[in-house]
């Protein structure tokens, strides 16, 4: 049983970067996502990542941001560089036992969230 908590999110300028942390608790998932979700909008893959170190991206988030992860924490990070008031959104955390997609029914874990407001 996995339980993931999200931190690092807050307020930002344009054009300004932060860094999110989920860490999680409990058997190491073989797959660590990132998702954001605005209210009323479906919730999108950001980027995910292997155990092995396999990393995918949303093709229109590729460049800005950096998924990764440090298997021996059992913590995951997401850099975001050159934020835009478009990126401000729920950000959440969310693990599963297979390989990484962005299909959010895949995905059998999910922290709280934490909130990126960019402004």
């Known amino acids: 049983h996995v339980q993931l908590v999200e931190s690092g999110g807050g307020l930002v300028q344009p054009g300004g970067s932060l860094r999110l942390t989920c860490t999680a608790s409990?058997?190491?998932?073989?797959?660590m996502a990132w998702f954001r979700q605005d209210p009323g909008k479906e919730r999108e893959g950001v980027a995910a990542?292997?155990?092995?170190?396999?990393?995918y991206y949303s093709a229109s988030l590729r460049g800005r941001f950096t998924v990764s992860r440090d298997n021996a924490k059992n913590t995951m990070y997401l850099q975001m560089n050159k934020l835009k008031d478009e990126d401000t959104s729920m950000y959440y955390c969310?693990?599963?036992?297979?390989?990484?997609?962005?299909?959010?029914?895949?995905?059998?874990?999910w922290g709280q969230g934490t909130q990126v407001t960019v402004s």
């Open positions: 409990g058997p190491s998932a073989s797959c």
């Open positions: 969310a693990a599963r036992y297979g390989g990484c997609n962005f299909r959010t029914s895949d995905y059998n874990y």
């Open positions: 990542i292997t155990t092995g170190g396999s990393t």
